[in-house]
Nanobody, 126 residues
């Protein structure tokens, strides 16, 4: 079992920045690919970014490329999502998730992820 706890969400004006954190506990953190997803009201859960177990590989949805950066610190069992140049359409609940490191980071299906956090709200005002 892996427990995931997100933090860092909040209210920010368009053009601003936030950094989300996801702290993991339980099994060895480096066994897992880590991903970030988001879900806006009335919409399906959407893939945002993923990072390989070593941190050497990353993958993003097109809408956040150049604005968001995913990173991880395996010594701290934490994955981060730095979000810059935020837009109102980035408003959503953001979730971190974990899947076995043998899985490809470029497969964005939430079905591959075994463990999920409870989410943190990000609201971007215009």
């Amino acid at each position: 079992q892996v427990q995931l706890v997100e933090s860092g969400g909040g209210l920010v004006q368009a053009g601003g920045s936030l950094r989300l954190s996801c702290a993991a506990s339980g099994r060895t953190f480096s066994w897992y690919v880590m991903g970030w997803f988001r879900q806006a009201p009335g919409k399906e859960r959407e893939f945002v970014a993923a990072i390989s177990w070593s941190g050497g590989g990353t993958y993003y949805v097109d809408s956040v490329k150049g604005r968001f950066t995913i990173s991880r610190d395996n010594a701290k069992n934490t994955v981060y999502l730095q979000m810059n140049s935020l837009k109102p359409e980035d408003t959503a609940i953001y979730y971190c998730a974990a899947k076995p490191r043998s899985y490809s980071i470029s497969n964005s299906s939430p079905d591959e992820y075994d463990y999920w956090g409870q989410g943190t709200q990000v609201t971007v005002s215009s």
